[in-house]
């Protein structure tokens, strides 16, 4: 799977690729730190649904990293899922990160798009994700609505204040 966004192409990620997206996630989200092995179980478990956008160069400056999940419940940060569940009702988006030189041209739109299509293909239904970083606004323009819901909630403190559980419905 790859699609072009100007210079840069989303593909498919590679064992050869988690160095730079450690280096990546460190500098995009510092307040949310992974351990390298979260993050190479998450494309074990769901390679499909882990990619990254690369410069012309070769130069990888961002990633996504998402997986089929259980409508309703979130992973907790930094921790490792051992598996998938065996009735998944969502497509969860763990991760999107894209470096400052990425952003604002299309690519997290595009990524959204791509992940929308793999869900549809998959059967879901819904996709859902937490939101941080203030960017609600960025989300609900993709078709993601909020849902507060009372047992989440202390899961999403321990994300940050300003995290919020959102949902797109897949038509």
Known sequence: MTSDTG???WRKMEAGDLASISSIADAVHPNFPE???VLKERSSLYGDGCLVLETAGGELSGYAITHPWRLH???TLNSL???LPDNPTTYYLHDIALMPQA???GAATKIVSILADLAR???FATMSLVSVN???GFWQRQGFEIRDLPELEAKLKSYSDDARFMVR???
Do not use: C, F
């Open 121 to 123: 293909r998959e059967g």
């Open 103 to 105: 952003r604002g041209s």
């Open 169 to 171: 419905a897949l038509r």
């Open 134 to 136: 203030n960017s609600v």
């Open 73 to 75: 419940t979130i992973p």
């Open 7 to 9: 210079t840069m192409i």
């Open 35 to 37: 351990d390298d092995a």
């Open 81 to 83: 899922l051992g598996q």
